[in-house]
């Protein structure tokens, strides 16, 4: 049962608006950049790479359509999400007192991860149009599995502040 004090919804703050602007025009340009470059694909293109960047498992030139369609869903359904923070599973309790600043900030993370999920999308969906031109290389793992536990931990550390 939620019990939690209910959402008063607040104006996007500045932020908040540029995140998801970032995110909407990222995920809108992977289906263009999947669009443009779609007609010099090969029949078969990199649909996979491993821990170092390289290409590990191939595919039909269709499923450069597939991190572009994924954007396109997931991207929006978080911007929608976030209107319902009170529904989110928190780590300490949520009362009247600190409701509104958990509800921030749990919609701040949640939109930072959606533009760094809409931006990987975007440099995927590159590395599978332009095999011969890497962008991460090598770097890409560290990114994927860096930046989101960074953002994390940026939440959770007022957390522990505050106990």
């Known amino acids: 049962m939620n019990n939690r004090p209910p ?7 500045t932020i908040e608006w540029v995140l998801d602007g970032v995110a909407v025009a990222v995920a809108i340009g ?29 595919g039909n030139k269709n499923m ?4 572009p369609a994924i954007a396109i869903v997931l991207i929006p359904f ?13 780590p300490q309790k949520i009362t009247v007192e ?5 509800y921030a900030r749990a919609r701040l993370t949640l939109r930072w991860l959606n533009a760094f999920f809409a931006s990987l999308f ?17 770097w890409l793992l ?11 931990i940026l939440n959770f550390v007022p957390l522990f502040r505050k106990t």
Do not use: K, M
């Open 30 to 58: 992977c289906v263009a950049l999947a669009a443009t470059n779609y007609g010099s694909l090969p029949e078969t293109i990199p649909v996979h790479f491993g821990p170092s960047g390289e290409a590990d498992r191939w």
């Open 122 to 138: 975007f440099v995927l969906t590159w590395e599978i149009t332009h095999p011969t031109v890497s962008i991460l290389g090598s």
């Open 78 to 90: 978080i911007i929608y999400l976030c209107r319902r923070p009170d529904r989110f599973n928190y």
């Open 7 to 13: 959402v008063t919804i607040h104006q996007r703050s």
């Open 64 to 67: 450069v359509w597939l991190l």
């Open 142 to 152: 560290p990114i994927v599995i860096g930046v989101p536990f960074v953002v994390l």
């Open 98 to 102: 600190n409701a509104q600043s958990e």
